[in-house]
Nanobody, 120 residues
Framework: VQLQAFGGGLVQAGGSLRLSCAASKRTSSNNAMGWFRQTPGKEREFVAAINWRGDSTNYADSVKGRFTISRDNAKNTMYLQMNSLKPEDTATYYC??????????????WGQGTLVTVSS
């Protein structure tokens, strides 16, 4: 499975961005998917996850209520709508595909990241 994340950019605090992650194969439609983020010098951090059907989601406390994860299996694409962005959201965001259909920590395939920069 090859993953390509895009949609990052520079935005002012309080603004919004929508990230997309396109998967190369329909395999991803049977697997949970998620987003992680990382800033230089820090460990990769979990952001959000969604199960294979798209009817179960999980969020990090730091983004709950501001970010929304969704997916369109017909398009092999996952999204992350980010609202009320804060400078601390600045990071490179990575999309990932799990080995399981339900949300778990068995992340297997990682895409190249897309950089999100939030200015104060």
């Amino acid at each position: 499975v090859q993953l390509q994340a895009f949609g990052g950019g520079l935005v002012q605090a309080g603004g919004s961005l929508r990230l997309s992650c396109a998967a190369s194969k329909r395999t991803s439609s049977n697997n949970a998917m998620g987003w992680f983020r990382q800033t230089p010098g820090k460990e990769r951090e979990f952001v959000a996850a969604i199960n294979w059907r798209g009817d179960s989601t999980n969020y990090a406390d730091s983004v709950k209520g501001r970010f929304t994860i969704s997916r369109d299996n017909a398009k092999n694409t996952m999204y992350l709508q980010m609202n009320s962005l804060k400078p601390e959201d600045t990071a490179t965001y990575y999309c990932v595909v799990s080995l399981t259909a339900s949300i778990s920590d068995r992340w297997r395939y990682w895409g190249q990241g897309t950089l999100v920069t939030v200015s104060s």
